[in-house]
């Protein structure tokens, strides 16, 4: 870590949310709306709707342990702490924020190219036939089949490959490495 990154934090992105909200503002829209309706409709004399009638004959006779009253509360409350966890947490998990020399300045990588990246250097290793790289938040996990020489030092090549080639992705929390090889004779 540099001298120019020790003033500031790197964060993962905050996602828009985009459907979930316009899901929420349609249903609310769209329940104002016929509700608004059927009050103007009262005001100016006309009867209530039937569906108002029935709703607050519904809810005026139906005992609170009523298993549609308990499956309605239960689903209004599911949704009430799913909107609330999205709306408290960044998302876009599948970005890694990277290292950036100002505060007001942000990058991110995708892991799958990152992956990519990593398995391109691991294919570079002397003795991997192929490999396979998963990267996550804070690890990448690395598996690599080895045709020829030692495994063990096909192994230690390896890592030390892919730390330099992390290293050099700058990600703000760079991910251990775990390596994985194994011989392969067919």
Do not use: N, Y
């Amino acid at each position: 870590m540099g001298e120019h990154d020790r003033g500031h934090r790197t964060h993962r992105p905050w996602s828009a949310r985009r459907i979930p909200a316009a899901l929420v503002a349609s249903v609310i829209l769209v329940a104002a709306v016929a509700a608004l309706f059927d009050v103007v409709a009262v005001r100016a004399g006309r009867p209530a709707a039937a569906w108002r009638r029935h709703l607050a004959d519904e809810l005026a006779t139906r005992p609170l342990d009523d298993v549609w009253v308990l499956t309605g509360t239960a689903v209004a409350a599911a949704l009430g702490i799913w909107l609330i966890v999205l709306a408290l947490t960044p998302g876009l998990r599948h970005w890694l924020p990277l290292r950036s020399p100002a505060p007001g300045l942000r990058a991110c990588l995708d892991r799958d190219g990152a992956a990519d990246l990593l398995r391109d250097a691991a294919m570079r290793v002397p003795g991997v036939s192929t490999a396979r790289v998963r990267v996550r938040r804070h690890r990448v996990k690395a598996r690599a089949d080895v045709r020829f020489r030692d495994p063990q030092q096909v192994k230690d090549d390896l890592t030390a490959v892919l730390d330099e080639e992390r290293d050099q992705l700058a990600v703000a929390r760079p991910p251990r490495i775990v390596v994985r090889v194994r011989q392969r004779t067919d």
